[in-house]
């Protein structure tokens, strides 16, 4: 931390001349790497706010990790209508590779998940439409040179993740896979996909989306994968004993009308999209309680999320028969 604190106090005049780093701290969660907020006082007595995103030392800078990458898709971003992204102010890619962007205010709360009891059904309805309005923009903005995933192979890459998850809590899920391969809609697109596009990845103010953050797994693919992931989010039964029943959120089928409304577009096979969500949800949170059980990440949660991860597979099943 020193290391990379020092690195960027070295270049922080490059932004704002004569500005001195005053305040240096890690952030708590940044599995997919190092987050850091950080002061820079300026010679007239103000203050300025940022955000510092770094490769965690001894990692290669590769996937989640490779924080350039995620700076190349913010600062493509930041030049689009109507998705709006932290700035990014300064780029290192030495041996512990980190950016710098803006700091923005407001509160990142995942109605489903987070306690939310401060927010009104207006606030949270208003969010989340606000939310799906921001994904109809992103998935307008011009593609970047970058591979293109099909749905079939957005479906692979979280196979392998499943596979790690204690035998007992993937039953089912061989059924949801062979289902879903059965089943692939034609792609669509190809657009910019966030991959965890969600309220809780957004600093809102009120019932207003401020900015999108958290882009360590973006890519080019299938918009559908984004609306489905969201969908998932927007009923507490897909959570149970973690999700709050009072939650305010519209429905999976308002989002999609929403999303649809804004884009001119019809997403067409949605359910299987919605199934995929949830088996991708399942194996990630799957995977997490196997960390956990073996010791390595200590996250007692983690248990509390096996209802879930089994009702997941569940109504993916479901789902996919009602297609």
Not at 84 to 99: C, N, S
């Amino acid at each position: 931390m020193t290391g990379l604190r020092d690195r960027v106090a070295g270049r922080i005049s490059e932004v704002w001349p004569s500005g001195q780093l005053t305040s240096f701290e890690k952030l708590p969660g940044g599995h997919s790497g190092i987050t850091c907020l950080a002061t820079v006082t300026l010679p007239d007595g103000g203050h300025e706010r940022v955000v510092v995103k770094a490769t965690p030392l001894g990692r290669r800078p590769v996937g989640r990790h490779d924080v350039l990458r995620q700076a190349r898709i913010l600062s493509l971003l930041a030049t689009a209508d109507r998705i709006r992204v932290p700035e990014v102010l300064l780029q290192d890619d030495g041996g512990e590779p980190y950016f710098v962007m803006r700091w923005h205010p407001g509160e990142s709360v995942e109605p489903v998940l987070d306690p939310a009891g401060h927010l009104s059904p207006d606030i949270v309805q208003a969010r989340a439409l606000s939310a799906v309005e921001a994904l109809a923009a992103l998935h307008g903005v011009r593609v970047p040179d970058e591979p293109v995933l099909t749905p079939a192979q957005e479906l692979e890459r979280w196979i392998p993740t499943m596979h790690t998850v204690d035998a007992d809590l993937r039953a089912g899920s061989q059924a949801v896979e062979a289902a879903l391969r059965g089943s692939v809609p034609p792609p669509t697109g190809p657009a910019i996909v966030h991959g965890d596009f969600r309220l809780g990845n957004t600093l809102c103010t009120g019932g207003n989306v401020n900015v999108v953050i958290d882009w360590e797994i973006w890519s080019v693919g299938d918009p559908r994968v984004d609306l489905g992931w969201m969908a998932l989010f927007c009923d507490p039964g897909n959570f149970p004993g973690v999700g709050d029943t009072a939650c305010s959120m519209p429905s999976a089928r308002a989002l999609r009308e929403g999303y649809e409304q804004a884009t001119g577009k019809t997403a067409e096979r949605f359910g299987w999209f919605e199934s995929l969500a949830r088996y991708k949800m399942a194996a990630i949170m799957g995977n997490n309680l196997a960390r956990h059980r073996s010791g390595r990440h200590d996250d007692p949660y983690q248990e509390k999320l096996v209802p879930t991860i089994r009702r997941l597979i569940e109504s993916a099943i479901a789902l996919l028969a009602r297609q």
